[in-house]
C-alpha cells in the first residue's frame, strides 16, 4: 500500500480501463468518487466483503482510474478524471451517464449517505 | 447460429457492453467494422485461432455491439453503431478515437486489405 503504484496517462491502457470500468461494484465506486471528493474506504459502502472491496479498489488503482494514498494506518481514494479525460477523452463521461441511466453500481455508495 | 439471439438496444447493459469492449481482438474487429460495412467472418483477419474469432465475434453478438447474420453457409457482421450510440451516447467513438491513438487491435484487419 505505500508503494502503492500508479501508472501515469501515458502509461494508462485502454483495455486495462475498460477492463476496470467493465465490474458493476468498480463502476459504482467511480460514481460515489465522481464528485470528486477524495474519500476513505471506510467511507465507502459496498454489498462485497471488506477483501473484495480492496481488490476493486487495487483494479481501479492499477489501471490509473483512481489515485489510493495511504495517510497513517488508513487509505483514502479519488478519481483520477483529469488524467481519464486527457488519455481517453469522453470515456468516463459516456460510462457515468450510462451507470446513471442503468442504475449500474446503485449498491454501492457511502457509509454515512444520510 | 440460425437461432442467434441479439439484445435489443434497451436490453443492452453496460456492463456486457463494456466487457465486449475490453478484449484487444474483439476492439480490433470493432474498428474493421467501424467504417460500417457489412464483413464476411471470411474477410476477417486476427492472429487468433478461427474458433476463438468465433468466441470473440460471439461475445460481441451477445452483448448487442454487432449483428450477425447466416447466409447459406457464409456468416455475416456489422457493428451496432446506432443502437450503441442510442444506448451508450459517446461511448463507441470515445473507444475508436483511444483504441486508433494506442493501436489497440491493429493485428485484426481484413484478409483482403491490399
Redesign the interface.
Known amino acids: 500500500m505505500k508503494q502503492a503504484r500508479h501508472p501515469s496517462a501515458d502509461e494508462m491502457?485502454?483495455?486495462a480501463t475498460?477492463?476496470a470500468?467493465?465490474?458493476?461494484i468498480r463502476?459504482g465506486l467511480v460514481r460515489v468518487l465522481s464528485d470528486g471528493r477524495e474519500r476513505g474506504w471506510g467511507e465507502l459502502r459496498a454489498p462485497v466483503a471488506k477483501s473484495t472491496l480492496s481488490h476493486h479498489l487495487k483494479v481501479l488503482r492499477d489501471a490509473g482510474v483512481t489515485r489510493t494514498r495511504q495517510e497513517g494506518t488508513r487509505c483514502y481514494v479519488v478519481l483520477r478524471r483529469d488524467d481519464l479525460e486527457l488519455?481517453?477523452?469522453?470515456?468516463l463521461?459516456?460510462?457515468l451517464?450510462?451507470?446513471d441511466d442503468?442504475g449500474?453500481g446503485d449498491r454501492v455508495g457511502l457509509v454515512d449517505a444520510r
Chains 1, 2 share one sequence.
Not at 470500468?21 to 458493476?24: Q, R, V
Not at 488519455?87 to 470515456?91: A, E, H, T, V
Open positions: 491502457t485502454l483495455v475498460m477492463t470500468l467493465s465490474d458493476p463502476i488519455r481517453f477523452p469522453g470515456l463521461d459516456a460510462v451517464a450510462a451507470a442503468e449500474v
